[in-house]
């Protein structure tokens, strides 16, 4: 019998795709409230990776990887996911978003996204939720694998995830009892 033990928390990350560069400032201060301050960004990039988008959105999107200061249980990302997307809502014009927020979290081994979208190799987590494991950590290095996104395969994207598992694991060092529960906000 397998031993039961807890799981560490978690380094959360989101990737943030955007209409208006402008709109950042605002939805970044409703992030860090929800969450915690941003400890890491990367530069914006043309995100023209897919059309799924479109209709919604339009072209012309911007895309950056973002991770929060704060350490979080991997087991409030549904809480997480459903708190992004009422974030996203607040930021529609005539009912179509302008930001798209896909969370997700880094830990030792794996990078995992939030969805609402079921698939074969997506597991249910809760509220209509889904883990949907993207990157795995092996030999030095985040590996995609067969379904993992276009953007998330690009050599800068990996870095940046490698760069916040490096942090992670340094946060790690100093205390695994440090970690904000997330409860929309009201820390």
């Known amino acids: 019998m397998g031993l039961i033990k807890p799981y560490p928390p978690v380094k959360l990350i989101s990737a943030i795709t955007i209409t208006d560069l ?10 860090e409230k929800l969450y915690s301050p941003v400890d890491r960004a990367m530069e914006w990039y043309e995100f023209h990776h897919t059309d799924y988008y479109l209709p919604e959105m339009g072209d012309n999107l911007k ?5 929060f200061r704060d350490l979080i249980p991997a087991e409030q990302l549904p809480d997480i996911k459903l708190a992004a997307n009422e974030l996203e809502q607040g930021f529609s014009r ?12 880094v830990c030792v081994a794996k990078l995992v996204l939030a969805t609402t979208k079921d698939f074969s190799h997506r597991i249910y987590l809760d509220s209509g939720i889904f883990a949907d494991l993207h ?7 985040f590996r995609p694998q067969e379904w993992t996104y ?38």
């Open 63 to 67: 895309k950056r990887m973002v991770s």
């Open 150 to 187: 276009p953007d998330y395969r690009e050599a800068e994207v990996l870095r940046f995830f490698e760069e916040v598992r490096e942090a992670y694991l340094a946060q790690l060092v100093v205390s695994t009892t440090n970690c904000t529960n997330f409860t929309n906000g009201d820390k």
């Open 94 to 105: 005539a009912g179509k978003r302008q930001i798209n927020i896909d969370p997700g979290y």
């Open 135 to 141: 990157l795995k950590y092996q030999k030095g290095h």
């Open 22 to 31: 402008a709109l950042w400032p605002a939805c970044q201060e409703k992030l």
